[in-house]
């Protein structure tokens, strides 16, 4: 599954990106501390922050892109706060300095750069960054967790993923797809040094690709000495920024903050809150794809299956997520890789397991995939355990089993998650240090056409109507039975292909769209129709 890598290779990428160049260059010619960052990469705006130990007082950032007229904005514009005391590697009387950009165009290259009167304090050309668009569109997150450590591990994780960043933005012709976020899934900061833990591992990555990080246990632990609240911010207006919600394309990005659990009340409003924003999400035709970010597993074979500690969010979130039917889930907390089963939760009933052809997944050069396009449906939602981002790591597999049925891989590795997202498509990779994919997996949502039984097919054919008759009298078997109906009539019977003959041959009406929920069928069984071949 990926090749061992030697502990001297592991110093060399290490040490090589310890003594980066570029940081090098910057701190010799600037008066920034460290590298500017950004946070709320929305289509339409982008927060700017960046920290001096000098107060700059003729600030001056240049925002430019291509066919678009430079826009400048002044000390005026731009909030400062000033750290009284010394806090998590921030020295006393530091300034932090943030500006929200509103304006932008979608899917636009911006480059920004930062002076303080005639200082440049980004580098020559300055920094990049995309923004996302709201239409369907294709874009690439890296997701790990339980990185904040500053070992040799993360840095050589760090340096991978600037690889990947560099390598799919080649050129603006460049047929790769983006990657334009970080999707932190806590513990970014076990020191209470954000420099060690977190700015000098990714300085070539923080100022071109948002930073969305969700709270874990010890960032929650360090609060006293980090002042990460300050420096990090959700999307939401509200005072608790630690939870929050991002579309991208005809994506939604959910972060949880597990951590609120010791606050009774502000908890409980989260549960509300995240019941609200999955229910809009889930009304939105155009959003096809939920992802969720939170800290703590909801199903682990890791150590922290010992303690049990993670069961009261099993049973406050995996109902939610069901209902609401999330794709995917990225947790943490458990210094390894994990990836479920398809799972069905209901907190009464206890662990629903599927039937097992719901995850008999077909097996292809990409990897296990969840969809359609090979006949496997999904009927579940997928947790994943992303904790090897460079602390300690545990064992996958406790050989506990309360947990074991759901699990379809564990892996003990250092690693992160490469998340594609595409209109209909998502495919996740877990790549190690040495940049060795050791698991991959896809999802697919094809919405399908009553009456088109292939599943992968948008327009009727007469074999459409072979397959009808095959499963109406035949016993043939078919992933989604709700798509049999072409007439749009309660239940399935002959007047289905009697129908579907005569739009073919005789100009009859056409078939009626999909079943808008997918849902148990009127056809004598208790066959359900999966989201990959109905529309949500």
């Known amino acids: 599954m990926g090749r061992t ?3 001297l290779a592991w110093i060399t990428i290490g040490a090589t ?31 700017l922050r960046w920290m001096s130990k000098s107060s700059l007082d003729d600030l001056l950032v240049q925002l430019k892109a291509p066919d678009i007229p430079t826009r400048t904005f002044n000390s005026s514009q731009i909030s400062k706060i000033t750290f009284e005391e010394a806090r998590g590697g921030v020295i006393s009387g530091e300034h932090l300095y943030s500006i ?11 480059t920004y750069e930062i002076l303080d009167g005639a200082t440049r304090l980004t580098p020559p050309g300055g920094f990049t960054f995309l923004t996302p668009q709201t239409r369907p569109s294709s874009f690439r997150l890296l997701v790990f967790g339980d990185s904040g450590t500053g070992s040799t591990a993360q840095h050589v994780l760090a340096h991978r993923m600037g690889e990947l ?18 999707l932190h899934t806590g513990d970014f900061d076990y020191s209470s040094h954000l420099d060690k833990s977190l700015f000098t591992p990714y300085e070539k990555l923080l100022p071109e690709i948002c930073f969305f990080p969700v709270w874990g246990n010890h960032d929650r632990e360090g609060v006293q000495d980090v002042p990460a609240e300050i420096l ?3 999307t939401r207006t509200e005072e608790n920024n630690s939870y929050y919600s991002l579309r991208w394309g005809n994506a939604h990005i959910v972060a949880f903050d597990t951590t609120l659990k010791r606050e009774p009340e502000e908890y409980e409003a989260q549960i509300e809150w995240l019941m609200r924003d999955l229910e809009a999400a889930r ?12 800290h703590e597993p909801l199903f682990t074979t890791g150590p922290h299956a010992v303690d049990a500690s993670y069961l009261p969010f099993r049973q406050d979130l995996a109902p939610i997520f069901e209902e609401f039917k999330v794709d995917v889930v990225f947790t943490g907390d458990d210094h390894n890789y994990q990836r479920s089963q398809p799972i069905k939760f209901k907190a009464l009933d206890g662990p629903i397991e599927p039937p097992e052809d719901s995850y008999d997944l077909a097996h292809t050069e990409e990897g296990p995939h969840y969809g359609t396009q090979q006949g496997a449906p999904l009927d579940g939602r997928i947790y994943l355990v992303s904790g090897g981002g460079g602390q300690i790591l545990y064992a996958a597999n406790t050989g506990l089993d309360i947990d074991e049925n759901f699990k379809n891989i564990g892996l003990r590795a250092f690693h992160f998650l490469d998340v594609e997202v595409t209109p209909k498509r998502l495919s996740i990779k877990a790549i190690d240090g040495a940049g060795e994919t050791i698991d991959h997996f ?3 949502k094809i919405e399908g056409v009553r009456g088109t039984i292939r599943s992968h097919g948008s327009e009727m054919e007469i074999t459409d109507v072979i397959l009808q ?25 002959v007047t289905d292909p009697i129908f579907s003959l005569k739009y073919l041959f005789l100009g009859g009406p056409p078939p009626a769209s999909p079943f808008p929920n997918c849902d148990y069928l009127n056809v004598g069984s208790a066959h359900r129709c999966t989201t990959p071949l109905c529309k949500n």
Request: aromatic share 8%; hydrophobic share 40%; with cysteine.
């Open 442 to 444: 896809s999802i697919s």
């Open 283 to 294: 009304q939105n035709d155009a959003i096809k794809w939920i992802l969720v970010s939170l």
């Open 165 to 182: 960043v560099q390598e799919s933005r080649l050129s603006p012709n460049s047929p790769s797809i983006p990657i334009m976020g970080i």
């Open 5 to 7: 890598i030697s502990i």
């Open 100 to 110: 929200k950009i509103i304006g932008l165009n979608q899917n636009t290259k911006y």
């Open 469 to 493: 008759l095959g499963f109406l009298f035949l016993g043939e078997h078919h992933p989604c039975p709700a798509l049999l109906n072409s007439n749009g009539a309660d239940g399935f019977d």
């Open 17 to 47: 990106f310890f003594t980066s160049p570029s940081l090098q260059a910057q701190e010799e010619s600037s008066t920034l501390s460290r590298v500017p960052y950004l946070q709320r990469l929305l289509p339409q705006s982008v927060e």
């Open 232 to 234: 990090f911010t959700g």
